[in-house]
């Protein structure tokens, strides 16, 4: 297992330098292969040869081009709060990856994380929108608006790289990585070729202090919310004061920080910024929390929502769980963006 992680941390390192290394060039020629196979598939959709399915409604797909969170579910998080502002009524369609379960399902709060994944029930339960699973999104998308006709426009997450699926807009998320190297799959991190300027009908999003690539995007401010305790979580609470300094009584004693996420450096280094002092488990994308990661005799464990979703109160006992929302707030200009692309919302 050591030396797994081992490997995975080189050759992480190796996808973020500015240059590809002599492990990039090593690995270059399965790259090759791989964009071959990519770039078949793309031209396959764009020619016509393999047709592409609509949706009932307007699509808007949220996706990355690099592997790894780049923030893609607080975005579509925080564009079901645009796209309401601009009258709209989205739904959210997702694989729901990592789920033990192949069948099409409508999300509910009671929902299963292992059967629907706890990426689209996060969504749920943040955003309280319609939202489905299934192996094919133009399923889910077909089963969500029979369920909630009220509906009048999707969001696939994570959907950019699944070309079987039409699409009226799309939204691409980059982190500080940016492109890292600019090598695809394996001697880069980059899911398919970067074109040199924006495809059509493309947002780009930064979920950055700045942007970190070449194309103009939109800045998104995230930050880390009020710890809210896990049992008034799962009753939909929030903290009553978001701008007092709720982290207080946490401050100046050793606190679990728990991430089963993409990227938990970044939630550990949002926890230390706020004055934590933090004994940290970084477990891998999507860990299932069966058994519970700490120690028995812990008293305070900070988790992320992503997380929080498949630990139920009753599991805990007598350690003190908080959950810490992501806030993320995408700019004024989103809604206009998109606007010019999808049809008006209905009356």
């Known amino acids: 297992m050591n030396t797994a992680r081992g490997w995975g941390a080189t050759l992480l390192a190796s996808w973020q330098r500015p240059q590809p290394d002599a492990l990039a060039r090593v690995l270059q020629p399965l790259s090759w292969a791989y964009r071959a196979v990519v770039t078949l598939n793309r031209a396959l959709f764009d020619s016509g040869l ?48 990592g789920r033990s379960d192949a069948q099409t399902r409508v999300v509910n709060a009671s929902s299963d994380p292992e059967q629907v994944g706890d990426e689209p029930l996060l969504i749920h339960l943040r955003t309280r929108a319609p939202v489905a699973v299934a192996a ?149 994308d999507h860990a299932r929390f069966d058994p519970l990661p700490w120690l028995a005799g812990a008293s305070d464990v900070v988790v992320t929502e992503k997380d929080a979703v498949k630990i139920k109160p009753e599991r805990v006992g007598t350690v003190r769980v908080w959950v810490a929302p992501l806030d993320f707030r995408l700019d004024a200009q989103i809604g206009a963006a998109l606007a010019r692309w999808l049809p008006p919302p209905p009356p």
């Open 136 to 284: 094919q999104r133009i399923d889910a998308a077909r089963s969500l608006c029979e369920a909630h006709p009220e509906v009048s426009l999707l969001i696939a997450d994570d959907g950019l790289q699944h070309h079987a699926l039409a699409r009226d807009a799309q939204v691409i998320v980059f982190d500080e990585r940016g492109a890292g190297n600019g090598l695809l799959l394996p001697a880069g991190p980059l899911r398919e070729p970067m074109p040199d300027v924006v495809p059509e009908r493309t947002l780009v999003v930064y979920n950055a202090d700045r942007p970190s690539t070449m194309w103009p995007g939109h800045m998104a401010q995230r930050s880390i919310g009020a710890p809210v305790e896990l049992s008034r979580w799962w009753l939909g609470e929030r903290a009553n004061d978001p701008s007092a300094d709720a982290w207080s009584a946490l401050r100046g004693r050793r606190v679990i920080a728990c991430a089963g996420t993409a990227m938990p450096q970044r939630f550990f280094g949002m926890l230390e910024s706020i004055g934590l002092t933090i004994a940290p488990i970084a477990l891998p």
């Open 50 to 97: 393999r047709a592409r399915a609509r949706a009932p409604r307007p699509m808007v797909v949220v996706g990355n081009l690099v592997v790894g969170g780049a923030g893609k579910t607080p975005t579509v998080i925080a564009l079901v709060a645009v796209l309401r502002e601009m009258g709209y009524t989205p739904g959210v369609v997702s694989r729901g990856y």
